[in-house]
Every structure is written in structure tokens, then in C-alpha cells.
Nanobody
Framework: QVQLVESGGGLVQAGDSLRLSCAAS????????MGWFRQAPGKEREFVAA????????YYIDSVKGRFTISRDNAENTVYLQMNSLKPEDTAVYFC?????????????????WGQGTQVTVSS
């Protein structure tokens, strides 16, 4: 069993940056594909970024390409989401998710483990 805990959210202005962290406990993350999702009020949960077990491959939705970077430190059992040039439309609760598998995964239904989420609010 893997427990995931997100942190790093907050209230920022448009154009600012935030770095979200997802700390894992219970098992090492080295064999897990990881992803970040977000859910805005009244909307469905949306895929944001994914990273494979080694960190050698990543994938992003178009709206965050060039602004967000997903990374991981398997020694620290932590996954990160660096968010730059934030926009009001990035406002959401951000969740990290894990799946013991190779490859990259974009569908939320494929992930087995979820954190509780961290709120990101971007004011204009």
C-alpha cells in the first residue's frame, strides 16, 4: 500500500510560480508511474502531467506544456510539479496519483493510489 500526500499549494497571482510536492510512504516509488491531475469546481478531474518510473519520460496536456514540469526523486520518494507562469484557469485542487507499472498513464481510472489533494488558486 502506498500513501501519497501533496503539499505546496496556495494562493498566488497570475504569472507566479508554485512547486507542488507529492511525498510517498509505505513503499518506494521507484517502480511506480506517477501522474498529476486537477479538478476545478464544477468540472471533472483532468489529467495534467505524467512521468514514468525512472523519470526519463514525461507527458503533459497541451495547456500546460512549456509552463509545468513534472519530475521525481526516487531516493526521496517524492514527485514534483513545478508550475510557472500560472494563469487563473490553472485554479483547481491538484492531486497526485500512482500506479505500479511501466510507461505513462493519462487516464485517472488507471491509477491505483491517490493523495488527498492540494488547492492552487491563481488570482488575476
Amino acid at each position: 500500500q502506498v500513501q501519497l500526500v501533496e503539499s505546496g499549494g496556495g494562493l498566488v497571482q497570475a504569472g507566479d510560480s508554485l512547486r507542488l510536492s507529492c511525498a510517498a510512504s509505505g513503499r518506494t516509488l521507484s517502480g511506480y508511474a506517477m501522474g498529476w491531475f486537477r479538478q476545478a469546481p464544477g468540472k471533472e478531474r483532468e489529467f495534467v502531467a505524467a512521468i514514468n518510473w525512472s523519470g526519463g519520460s514525461t507527458y503533459y496536456i497541451d495547456s500546460v506544456k512549456g509552463r509545468f514540469t513534472i519530475s521525481r526523486d526516487n531516493a526521496e520518494n517524492t514527485v514534483y510539479l513545478q508550475m510557472n507562469s500560472l494563469k487563473p484557469e490553472d485554479t483547481a485542487v491538484y492531486f497526485c496519483a500512482g500506479k505500479q507499472a511501466m510507461g505513462l498513464w493519462t487516464r485517472s481510472s488507471r491509477y491505483d493510489y491517490w493523495g488527498q489533494g492540494t488547492q492552487v488558486t491563481v488570482s488575476s
